[in-house]
Protein backbone atom coordinates (compact mmCIF):
# COMPACT_ATOMS: atom_id res chain seq x y z
CA UNK A 1 0.00 0.00 0.00
CA UNK A 2 1.17 3.74 -0.50
CA UNK A 3 1.15 6.24 1.86
CA UNK A 4 -1.86 8.19 1.79
CA UNK A 5 -0.33 10.79 -0.20
CA UNK A 6 1.22 9.64 -2.76
CA UNK A 7 0.30 11.13 -5.73
CA UNK A 8 -2.49 13.07 -4.28
CA UNK A 9 -3.19 16.27 -5.57
CA UNK A 10 -5.81 18.79 -4.85
CA UNK A 11 -7.42 16.74 -1.44
CA UNK A 12 -10.82 17.71 -1.52
CA UNK A 13 -13.34 18.50 1.25
CA UNK A 14 -16.87 17.36 1.98
CA UNK A 15 -18.20 20.59 1.17
CA UNK A 16 -15.92 21.12 -2.38
CA UNK A 17 -18.02 22.09 -5.21
CA UNK A 18 -17.22 20.32 -8.66
CA UNK A 19 -19.04 20.38 -12.29
CA UNK A 20 -20.37 17.01 -13.67
CA UNK A 21 -22.58 15.68 -15.79
CA UNK A 22 -22.59 12.61 -17.60
CA UNK A 23 -23.48 13.29 -21.75
CA UNK A 24 -24.70 11.30 -24.20
CA UNK A 25 -21.65 12.01 -25.82
CA UNK A 26 -19.37 10.03 -24.43
CA UNK A 27 -21.74 7.83 -22.53
CA UNK A 28 -19.79 4.59 -21.82
CA UNK A 29 -16.19 5.76 -23.32
CA UNK A 30 -15.03 5.71 -19.48
CA UNK A 31 -16.26 1.54 -19.22
CA UNK A 32 -13.19 0.73 -21.88
CA UNK A 33 -9.49 -0.31 -21.35
CA UNK A 34 -9.16 0.01 -17.77
CA UNK A 35 -8.78 -2.04 -14.44
CA UNK A 36 -11.68 -2.11 -12.30
CA UNK A 37 -10.34 -4.01 -9.00
CA UNK A 38 -12.96 -5.68 -7.18
CA UNK A 39 -13.95 -5.80 -3.79
CA UNK A 40 -15.68 -9.16 -2.40
CA UNK A 41 -18.91 -7.18 -1.69
CA UNK A 42 -19.01 -6.11 -5.51
CA UNK A 43 -18.69 -9.58 -6.62
CA UNK A 44 -21.00 -10.91 -4.62
CA UNK A 45 -23.93 -8.22 -5.45
CA UNK A 46 -22.99 -8.38 -9.16
CA UNK A 47 -23.50 -12.32 -8.65
CA UNK A 48 -26.78 -11.82 -7.25
CA UNK A 49 -28.52 -9.09 -9.28
CA UNK A 50 -27.72 -11.45 -12.58
CA UNK A 51 -28.45 -14.44 -10.84
CA UNK A 52 -25.39 -15.98 -11.19
CA UNK A 53 -22.92 -18.26 -8.99
CA UNK A 54 -19.79 -17.25 -7.42
CA UNK A 55 -17.62 -19.93 -9.01
CA UNK A 56 -19.45 -18.69 -12.74
CA UNK A 57 -18.98 -15.07 -11.98
CA UNK A 58 -15.30 -15.29 -11.59
CA UNK A 59 -14.77 -17.58 -14.76
CA UNK A 60 -17.08 -15.21 -17.01
CA UNK A 61 -15.98 -12.36 -16.22
CA UNK A 62 -12.81 -11.67 -13.80
CA UNK A 63 -9.06 -12.46 -13.98
CA UNK A 64 -7.55 -12.67 -10.36
CA UNK A 65 -3.90 -13.57 -9.51
CA UNK A 66 -2.54 -13.97 -6.33
CA UNK A 67 -0.05 -10.99 -5.57
CA UNK A 68 3.79 -11.35 -6.37
CA UNK A 69 4.69 -10.00 -2.87
CA UNK A 70 1.64 -10.44 -0.87
CA UNK A 71 0.19 -13.77 -2.60
CA UNK A 72 -3.11 -12.06 -2.00
CA UNK A 73 -6.10 -12.82 -4.19
CA UNK A 74 -6.63 -9.77 -6.07
CA UNK A 75 -9.90 -10.09 -8.44
CA UNK A 76 -10.82 -7.38 -11.26
CA UNK A 77 -13.18 -7.30 -14.41
CA UNK A 78 -11.74 -9.02 -17.27
CA UNK A 79 -13.25 -7.79 -20.10
CA UNK A 80 -12.95 -4.09 -19.47
CA UNK A 81 -9.09 -4.33 -19.27
CA UNK A 82 -9.38 -5.16 -22.59
CA UNK A 83 -12.25 -3.47 -24.59
CA UNK A 84 -15.29 -3.16 -23.17
CA UNK A 85 -16.69 -3.98 -20.42
CA UNK A 86 -18.93 -7.12 -20.40
CA UNK A 87 -21.55 -4.85 -18.66
CA UNK A 88 -21.71 -2.32 -20.78
CA UNK A 89 -24.69 -1.96 -23.37
CA UNK A 90 -24.57 -0.93 -26.61
CA UNK A 91 -26.22 2.47 -25.91
CA UNK A 92 -23.22 3.19 -23.70
CA UNK A 93 -25.27 2.71 -20.35
CA UNK A 94 -24.00 0.13 -17.61
CA UNK A 95 -26.53 -3.27 -17.73
CA UNK A 96 -25.49 -3.05 -13.72
CA UNK A 97 -25.71 0.26 -12.86
CA UNK A 98 -27.78 -0.15 -9.57
CA UNK A 99 -25.02 -2.33 -8.26
CA UNK A 100 -22.06 -1.28 -10.21
CA UNK A 101 -18.61 -1.51 -8.16
CA UNK A 102 -17.42 0.72 -5.63
CA UNK A 103 -14.54 2.01 -7.99
CA UNK A 104 -17.37 2.74 -11.10
CA UNK A 105 -19.74 4.21 -8.39
CA UNK A 106 -18.13 6.96 -7.35
CA UNK A 107 -16.01 8.41 -10.75
CA UNK A 108 -15.16 11.20 -11.21
CA UNK A 109 -14.32 11.30 -7.27
CA UNK A 110 -11.93 8.71 -6.14
CA UNK A 111 -10.81 8.15 -2.47
CA UNK A 112 -7.96 6.71 -0.70
CA UNK A 113 -7.54 5.35 3.04
CA UNK A 114 -4.99 5.10 5.14
CA UNK A 115 -5.89 2.30 8.01
CA UNK A 116 -2.26 2.32 10.33
CA UNK A 117 -3.41 5.08 12.81
CA UNK A 118 -6.96 2.95 13.31
CA UNK A 119 -5.13 0.91 16.28
CA UNK A 120 -4.35 3.90 18.19
CA UNK A 121 -7.87 4.97 18.05
CA UNK A 122 -8.03 7.04 14.87
CA UNK A 123 -9.89 4.86 12.75
CA UNK A 124 -9.75 4.63 8.85
CA UNK A 125 -7.91 8.16 7.35
CA UNK A 126 -9.72 8.96 4.35
CA UNK A 127 -8.93 11.96 1.69
CA UNK A 128 -11.24 12.26 -1.83
CA UNK A 129 -9.88 14.03 -4.81
CA UNK A 130 -10.84 14.52 -8.29
CA UNK A 131 -9.80 11.67 -10.39
CA UNK A 132 -7.38 12.80 -13.33
CA UNK A 133 -9.93 13.26 -16.43
CA UNK A 134 -9.37 11.82 -19.49
CA UNK A 135 -9.33 13.69 -22.49
CA UNK A 136 -12.49 11.37 -23.72
CA UNK A 137 -14.92 12.79 -20.52
CA UNK A 138 -17.09 15.33 -20.76
CA UNK A 139 -18.43 15.57 -18.03
CA UNK A 140 -17.05 18.30 -16.35
CA UNK A 141 -18.00 20.48 -18.88
CA UNK A 142 -21.70 19.97 -17.76
CA UNK A 143 -23.34 22.62 -15.79
CA UNK A 144 -25.05 20.38 -13.19
CA UNK A 145 -22.75 21.90 -9.76
CA UNK A 146 -22.29 19.19 -6.55
CA UNK A 147 -20.84 19.41 -3.56
CA UNK A 148 -18.35 15.83 -2.70
CA UNK A 149 -21.02 15.17 -0.45
CA UNK A 150 -24.03 15.34 -2.39
CA UNK A 151 -21.87 13.37 -5.09
CA UNK A 152 -20.95 10.64 -2.91
CA UNK A 153 -24.56 10.56 -1.54
CA UNK A 154 -26.31 10.33 -4.91
CA UNK A 155 -23.56 7.32 -5.78
CA UNK A 156 -25.04 5.73 -2.74
CA UNK A 157 -21.16 4.91 -1.66
CA UNK A 158 -21.69 5.24 1.95
CA UNK A 159 -22.19 1.41 2.33
CA UNK A 160 -19.69 0.44 -0.52
CA UNK A 161 -17.00 2.42 1.34
CA UNK A 162 -18.02 0.48 4.73
CA UNK A 163 -17.72 -2.49 3.82
CA UNK A 164 -14.75 -1.93 1.74
CA UNK A 165 -12.57 -0.49 4.24
CA UNK A 166 -13.33 -3.49 6.38
CA UNK A 167 -11.81 -5.65 3.22
CA UNK A 168 -9.30 -3.36 2.89
CA UNK A 169 -8.76 -3.24 6.55
CA UNK A 170 -8.06 -6.98 6.46
CA UNK A 171 -5.28 -6.92 3.82
CA UNK A 172 -3.53 -3.91 5.54
CA UNK A 173 -3.57 -6.30 8.92
CA UNK A 174 -2.30 -9.44 7.27
CA UNK A 175 0.74 -7.34 5.21
CA UNK A 176 1.23 -5.46 8.40
CA UNK A 177 0.70 -7.09 11.75
CA UNK A 178 1.03 -10.52 10.17
CA UNK A 179 3.64 -9.89 7.69
CA UNK A 180 1.82 -12.25 5.46
CA UNK A 181 4.39 -12.07 2.76
CA UNK A 182 6.91 -14.04 4.26
CA UNK A 183 4.44 -17.29 4.49
CA UNK A 184 1.03 -16.68 2.83
CA UNK A 185 1.46 -18.92 -0.43
CA UNK A 186 -1.06 -19.23 -3.50
CA UNK A 187 -2.22 -22.23 -1.74
CA UNK A 188 -3.21 -20.73 1.47
CA UNK A 189 -4.33 -18.09 -0.26
CA UNK A 190 -6.58 -20.02 -2.31
CA UNK A 191 -8.36 -21.56 0.93
CA UNK A 192 -9.13 -17.63 1.12
CA UNK A 193 -11.27 -17.68 -1.65
CA UNK A 194 -14.30 -18.98 -0.62
CA UNK A 195 -14.21 -16.83 2.46
CA UNK A 196 -13.98 -13.67 0.35
CA UNK A 197 -15.73 -13.77 -2.94
CA UNK A 198 -17.49 -17.00 -2.93
CA UNK A 199 -20.18 -16.54 -0.18
CA UNK A 200 -22.76 -18.67 -1.90
CA UNK A 201 -20.33 -21.99 -2.02
CA UNK A 202 -19.28 -21.19 1.88
CA UNK A 203 -23.11 -20.62 2.88
CA UNK A 204 -24.07 -24.07 1.18
CA UNK A 205 -20.99 -25.55 2.42
CA UNK A 206 -21.93 -24.71 6.15
CA UNK A 207 -25.54 -24.80 5.91
CA UNK A 208 -25.63 -21.52 6.86
CA UNK A 209 -29.36 -20.52 7.01
CA UNK A 210 -31.23 -17.40 4.90
CA UNK A 211 -31.97 -16.22 8.02
CA UNK A 212 -28.49 -14.96 8.20
CA UNK A 213 -28.64 -11.61 6.06
CA UNK A 214 -25.78 -10.94 3.08
CA UNK A 215 -24.26 -7.97 4.72
CA UNK A 216 -24.35 -10.04 8.01
CA UNK A 217 -23.01 -12.83 6.87
CA UNK A 218 -20.31 -10.98 5.21
CA UNK A 219 -19.11 -8.97 8.07
CA UNK A 220 -18.63 -12.74 9.95
CA UNK A 221 -16.54 -13.98 6.94
CA UNK A 222 -14.35 -10.62 6.95
CA UNK A 223 -13.48 -11.45 10.47
CA UNK A 224 -13.33 -15.45 10.03
CA UNK A 225 -10.26 -14.62 7.49
CA UNK A 226 -9.14 -12.38 9.65
CA UNK A 227 -9.00 -14.90 12.61
CA UNK A 228 -8.26 -17.41 10.75
CA UNK A 229 -4.51 -15.99 9.45
CA UNK A 230 -3.74 -14.50 12.84
CA UNK A 231 -3.55 -18.53 13.81
CA UNK A 232 -1.80 -18.62 10.36
CA UNK A 233 0.56 -16.32 11.22
CA UNK A 234 0.83 -17.83 14.72
CA UNK A 235 2.56 -21.77 13.01
CA UNK A 236 4.72 -19.11 11.18
CA UNK A 237 6.12 -16.98 13.84
CA UNK A 238 3.92 -14.01 12.73
CA UNK A 239 1.28 -11.85 14.52
CA UNK A 240 0.14 -11.31 17.62
CA UNK A 241 -0.67 -14.50 18.57
CA UNK A 242 3.11 -15.90 17.71
CA UNK A 243 4.70 -17.68 20.39
CA UNK A 244 0.95 -17.71 22.67
CA UNK A 245 1.17 -21.12 24.68
CA UNK A 246 -2.44 -21.69 23.92
CA UNK A 247 -3.84 -20.86 20.63
CA UNK A 248 -7.85 -21.90 20.01
CA UNK A 249 -7.90 -23.92 16.99
CA UNK A 250 -6.66 -27.68 17.43
CA UNK A 251 -4.36 -27.72 14.34
CA UNK A 252 -6.32 -30.73 13.22
CA UNK A 253 -9.22 -29.29 13.25
CA UNK A 254 -10.14 -28.92 9.36
CA UNK A 255 -9.90 -25.86 7.77
CA UNK A 256 -13.85 -25.50 6.97
CA UNK A 257 -14.51 -26.36 10.26
CA UNK A 258 -12.68 -24.30 12.02
CA UNK A 259 -14.44 -21.99 9.98
CA UNK A 260 -17.51 -22.62 11.10
CA UNK A 261 -16.62 -22.25 14.72
CA UNK A 262 -15.55 -19.16 13.83
CA UNK A 263 -18.29 -18.16 11.72
CA UNK A 264 -21.07 -19.20 14.66
CA UNK A 265 -18.98 -18.50 17.45
CA UNK A 266 -21.23 -15.16 19.34
S1 LIG B 1 -19.49 -2.23 -14.34
FE1 LIG B 1 -20.77 -0.73 -15.43
S2 LIG B 1 -19.92 1.25 -14.83
FE2 LIG B 1 -18.37 -0.28 -14.34
S3 LIG B 1 -17.03 -0.39 -16.15
FE3 LIG B 1 -18.62 -1.95 -16.39
S4 LIG B 1 -20.24 -0.98 -17.59
FE4 LIG B 1 -18.93 0.66 -16.77
S1 LIG C 1 -19.06 11.96 -18.96
FE1 LIG C 1 -17.22 10.74 -18.49
S2 LIG C 1 -17.95 9.34 -16.88
FE2 LIG C 1 -19.77 10.16 -17.89
S3 LIG C 1 -20.28 8.70 -19.53
FE3 LIG C 1 -18.94 10.28 -20.44
S4 LIG C 1 -16.89 9.41 -20.28
FE4 LIG C 1 -18.17 8.29 -18.85
Redesign the pocket.
Known amino acids: MQPLEHGLRNELKPDDRFNFECTDKCM ?1 K ?2 RF ?1 T ?1 LLDPWDVEVIAREIDISGPDFLEIFCNYEFGSASQWPFVW ?1 RQ ?1 EVGP ?4 LEDGR ?4 SV ?2 RN ?1 RTYPIGRAVQFREAGRGLGPQEKLFIVERPEFCLGHEGTRTWTVSEWLRDSAADKYHELSDLYLSLIDYASGALNCRTWLTKKTSGLLMPLLFLPDVLRTKLGVSKNLDHESFYRRRIEATKVLLTEMAASFGQGPMAGAKTVPADENTPVLERIRQIIFAD
Do not use: H, N, T, W
Open positions: GCCLILACAFLCSVYRPC
